[in-house]
C-alpha cells in the first residue's frame, strides 16, 4: 500500500484555521539539509507537537535532501514549513522550484518510488506519515511544487508480531 497521492487541481497549502506553524527559507545546498534538522527539532519543541520529533526530523532531513538533489535551480530557494494541525498531527511541507519530479522513467505523476539505488528516503517518509504533493501558485512550472507529509501525533500502529508455529 502506498500512502501517496498527487492532487491533480493545484493548491496555495493554505493551512486550516487553529494550525501553529514555523517556517523557513532554504538555500537547496547540502548545508540545508543539517540545518533544516536543526531548525525542525528546535521548533518542532515550540510549537508544543508531541508525537515522535525524531520521526518527524527524519521527514524533514530526506524531504530537503530530495529537493537538494534533484529540484535545485540556481539563484532560486526552497521553503520548509511545520504545522500543528488543531488535531495534533504535523504537516511537514517542502517547497522547491521544480514543478514535477526529476526520475529516470521520465513520469512526473507522483513522488519517484523506491525502485533503483534512489528512492529508499521516499519509501521510509511513505512509512511514517501520509505523502502528497501538489502544485504551488498557478502551476505554471517556474511555481515549483510542495512536497508534505502528515505525521500523526500517536505514532501508527505497528502490526502485531505473529506467534510461532
Known amino acids: 500500500m502506498h500512502n501517496h497521492r498527487h492532487v491533480q ?7 486550516p484555521a ?10 537547496l545546498t547540502p548545508r540545508a539539509v543539517a540545518l533544516a534538522r536543526t531548525r525542525a527539532r528546535t521548533h518542532l519543541t515550540a510549537l508544543g507537537w508531541t508525537g515522535d520529533i525524531d520521526d518527524a526530523v527524519l521527514v ?17 530557494v526552497g521553503w520548509l514549513r511545520l504545522a500543528v494541525l488543531d488535531g495534533g498531527d504535523l504537516l511537514v511541507d517542502v517547497s522547491d522550484p521544480v514543478a514535477g519530479f526529476r526520475s529516470g522513467g521520465g513520469g512526473m505523476d507522483v513522488p519517484p518510488g523506491c525502485e533503483g539505488e534512489g528512492g529508499r528516503g ?43 508455529g
Request: some cysteine; overall charge positive; hydrophobic content about 35%.
Open 9 to 15: 487541481e493545484t493548491s496555495t497549502g493554505v493551512l
Open 18 to 27: 487553529g494550525s501553529r506553524s514555523w517556517s523557513t527559507e532554504c538555500t
Open 60 to 76: 524533514v532531513s530526506e524531504l530537503v535532501t530530495n529537493a537538494v538533489r534533484h529540484a535545485r535551480v540556481p539563484g532560486r
Open 122 to 164: 521516499l519509501h521510509l517518509v511513505r512509512q511514517l506519515g501520509e505523502l502528497t504533493w501538489f502544485l504551488r501558485g498557478g502551476a505554471a512550472p517556474e511555481d515549483g511544487k510542495t512536497v508534505r507529509v502528515r505525521l500523526a501525533s500517536e505514532p501508527l500502529a505497528a502490526p502485531s508480531p505473529r506467534s510461532p
